[in-house]
């Protein structure tokens, strides 16, 4: 059974300049840590309904605000508050799928009726008086956590901090809930999260990752066994674009100082590798009239090692790199058949000779 039962308040999809936080590193540890099992996430009805029906649309139109205002700069097609509304739910809608849904529904009137007659949180003075919603998810809450189990509670609501007592633990923020984790056991959880904050950050560090690869870059095209000449041959440099599909961490070391949260760590990324090139058409040799080079487009996968090293910062969630190198050139060899054209029947990331 998990260690750790784990709920949140709708203000933790967002932070305060409005940014969308299902992408983030703290939600991308969070699942990482329930593939685990070490925690089990929980959600209430009355989350899940303010958050499709008026938390999703509002972060929609924010969203949209600088989208529009990128588009225009850099004139890239627009989205609409739909695709993104829609987006954004397709996301909330998996973690659901994951999460065990309490039901508030069963929930006696009286119960919240006793919260508000003594103004006992969530309930206040002022729109506070209003917040009945509220008061049946914690109600619902307080049932799960009877028996001892402890339920930690992310709300950025100082109501919901008021509220919760005995075996409802509150915390600001998922970061600081994570972090309290890592502290009760021990290195390998704040490497899932550092793992989270590296993945969210590496593809701001595409232009030094695709420079890295190409730099000094080993391809090679051969017709049967014997490579093709680099007269007959053209390979397009600028078409050889990286795109990042998956990054696993491999270790992480040596220890890291509280202070500065420096790291290392060797991260394996997958790669992927469009390649266009030129090559003779055979068929040009007894046929003028045949198109004496032919085009091919490639479409390859390839995993490759980075020595990284930065700063990891536990306040958001964040890296900050200082360094990242390849642990070795791109060696990369496609072994072409012409069969009325040309095929590709083997490929190697090897070096061949």
């Not at 109600?139 to 189990?149: N, S």
């Not at 339920?151 to 509150?170: E, I, N, Q, Y």
């Not at 490497?191 to 593809?203: G, M, N």
């Not at 496609?334 to 061949?352: A, C, F």
Request: aromatic share 8%.
């Amino acid at each position: 059974m998990p260690k750790y039962t784990i709920t949140f308040d709708t203000n933790a999809l967002f932070d305060r300049r409005n940014r969308w936080q299902l992408t983030q590193a703290a939600f991308l540890a969070l699942r990482d840590l329930e593939t685990a099992g070490v925690v089990c996430l929980v959600l209430t009805d009355v989350v899940i309904k303010e958050a499709t029906s008026r938390v999703i649309p509002r972060i929609a139109l924010k969203i949209i605000e600088c989208h529009e205002i990128h588009a225009s700069v850099f004139g890239v097609d627009r989205l609409t508050v739909e695709q993104i509304t829609n987006e954004l739910l397709t996301q909330f809608n998996l973690l659901c799928e994951r999460a065990q849904i309490v039901r508030t529904g069963d929930i006696q009137a009286k119960r919240v009726l006793e919260l508000y007659w003594a103004q006992s949180p969530p309930f206040g003075k002022g729109k506070k008086g209003k917040e009945f919603p509220d008061a049946f998810a914690l109600i619902a809450l307080q049932d799960l956590a009877r028996g001892g189990r402890e339920v930690h509670v992310v709300s950025a609501d100082g109501d919901w901090k008021k509220a919760c007592s005995g075996s409802l633990k509150h915390y600001e923020r998922l970061e600081d809930l994570l972090i309290h984790i890592q502290h009760e056991s021990g290195e390998a959880l704040e490497s899932s999260l550092v793992a989270s904050a590296l993945r969210v950050a590496l593809p701001d560090a595409q232009e030094d990752i695709e420079r890295q690869v190409f730099a000094g870059a080993d391809v090679r095209i051969y017709d049967g066994l014997h490579p093709i000449s680099e007269d007959d041959l053209y390979i397009d440099q600028h078409s050889q674009l990286i795109r990042i599909l998956d990054c696993r961490l491999f270790n992480l070391g040596p220890k890291r100082d509280d202070e500065s949260r420096q790291f290392s760590a060797v991260v394996e990324l997958e790669l992927g590798l469009r390649l266009n090139c030129e090559v003779p058409n055979p068929d040009a040799v007894d046929s003028p009239s045949a198109t004496p080079r032919l085009q091919i487009a490639k479409f390859v996968k390839l995993s490759r090692s980075f020595h990284v090293h930065g700063a990891f910062d536990p306040v958001d969630a964040s890296v900050i790199f200082s360094d990242i190198f390849l642990d070795d050139e791109l060696h990369l060899a496609l072994k072409l058949e012409y069969q009325g054209r040309w095929k590709l029947t083997e490929l190697s990331d090897e070096h061949t000779e």
